[in-house]
């Protein structure tokens, strides 16, 4: 099934949601970087969590046939990247998050209202 990048990063926004991930915020990126149309940002309050959100993220994707392209940290659950092309699920610990603090590094792209 082809997914418009919109309805990608809805869908991803939403996974992360499912497993109670912590503040998600989805930054639109499109003319601001050629990496992706979007990133999702969210967090979980331990490993466990941040495995499940990303693991949730994984098996929505598959679902509706889209090819994961790459998952990175699981094994550590500290920052966990899910690459799925047109968007790139960033699932943090919440100590990570703090400390890379994507939302101030791509402070140029705007943040997504309504998900």
């Known amino acids: ?3 418009t990048p ?3 990063m809805k869908m991803v926004f939403g996974a ?3 497993k109670k991930g912590m503040n998600p915020v989805a930054l639109d990126l ?8 979007y990133f999702v940002i969210v967090h979980g309050n331990s490993e466990t969590q941040v495995q499940a959100i990303a693991t949730e993220i ?4 598959e679902e509706h046939g889209v090819r994961v392209r790459g998952l990175e940290g ?4 500290r920052w966990v990247l899910v690459d799925l092309g047109d968007v790139i699920a960033h699932v943090f610990h919440r100590d990570e998050r703090e400390y ?3 939302e101030r590094l791509w402070s140029d792209a705007k ?3 309504t998900v």
Do not use: C, F, P
């Open 16 to 18: 992360a949601e499912d």
């Open 6 to 8: 919109e309805k990608l």
């Open 30 to 37: 499109q003319g601001i970087s050629l990496i992706a149309d």
């Open 100 to 102: 890379y603090n994507l």
């Open 111 to 113: 943040v997504v209202e």
């Open 58 to 61: 994984r098996k929505k994707a």
């Open 74 to 77: 699981m094994d550590t659950a």
């Open 1 to 3: 099934m082809n997914m």
